[in-house]
T-cell receptor, first 117, second 116 residues
Framework: AQTVTQSQPEMSVQEAETVTLSCTYD???????LFWYKQPPSRQMILVIR??????QNATENRFSVNFQKAAKSFSLKISDSQLGDAAMYFC??????????????FGSGTRLQVQP | KAGVTQTPRYLIKTRGQQVTLSCSPI?????VSWYQQTPGQGLQFLFE???????NKGNFPGRFSGRQFSNSRSEMNVSTLELGDSALYLC???????????????FGPGTRLTVL
């Protein structure tokens, strides 16, 4: 079974600074997807960024980028120019490609990000 | 386009009762997945429905069940409630079965269930 580990329960960053959230995962599959979701106090889960395992190029979405290291099974999220609105719980998630029938998201335990003004 | 809606948003029940939660997916989405979120266990997958059929199931007891209607709306039911069932229940919809990268799952705001 796949597992996702987020070793940082809480992180804090100053507004306009950069912060990196860590995520490692364990899988025996070669084809899969990785995601970062944001859950603000409103509880609505919002997709931040996604990465296909077969793509070596790291995904980027505006101020959000990832460092995907397939061999190390590491998938960290970098938030640049942090804003107050970035304060939330961040979840790393894994999903099989679907060929095995296992399509459910497997989530890490989350990292609570605080942004200091 | 309206997002995923879940009703009710808050619910308080007592042990032994049963509860039904509802999820209306984004218009045109045919897949609905349910997740349970608790402080202790985190986010865990319950089940996925597509075209009124359960396609995938997580590791939960049979007290947890669901169904999907022809309009893709889904309900989940928990019978004989236990204190440990207190959780945020999240519903997510996607166009098709959640197997492709861009077949993104859009989450609803959740239903907060408290069991006393």
């Amino acid at each position: 079974a796949q597992t996702v580990t987020q070793s940082q329960p809480e992180m804090s960053v100053q507004e306009a600074e950069t912060v990196t959230l860590s995520c490692t995962y364990d899988t025996s599959e070669s084809d899969y997807y990785l995601f970062w979701y944001k859950q603000p106090p409103s509880r609505q889960m919002i997709l931040v960024i996604r990465q296909e395992a077969y793509k070596q190029q790291n995904a980027t979405e505006n101020r959000f980028s990832v460092n995907f290291q397939k061999a190390a099974k590491s998938f960290s999220l970098k938030i640049s120019d942090s804003q107050l609105g970035d304060a939330a719980m961040y979840f790393c998630a894994y999903r099989s490609s679907g060929s095995t029938g296992r399509r459910a998201l497997t989530f890490g335990s989350g990292t609570r990000l605080q942004v200091q003004p | 386009k309206a997002g995923v809606t879940q009703t009710p948003r808050y619910l308080i029940k007592t042990r032994g009762q049963q509860v039904t939660l509802s999820c209306s997916p984004i218009s045109g989405h045919r897949s609905v997945s349910w997740y349970q979120q608790t402080p202790g266990q985190g986010l865990q997958f319950l089940f996925e429905y597509f075209s009124e059929t359960q396609r995938n199931k997580g590791n939960f007891p049979g007290r947890f069940s669901g169904r999907q209607f022809s309009n893709s709306r889904s309900e989940m039911n928990v019978s004989t409630l236990e204190l440990g069932d207190s959780a945020l229940y999240l519903c997510a919809s996607s166009l098709g079965l959640a197997g492709g990268l861009y077949n993104e799952q859009f989450f609803g705001p959740g239903t907060r269930l408290t069991v006393l």
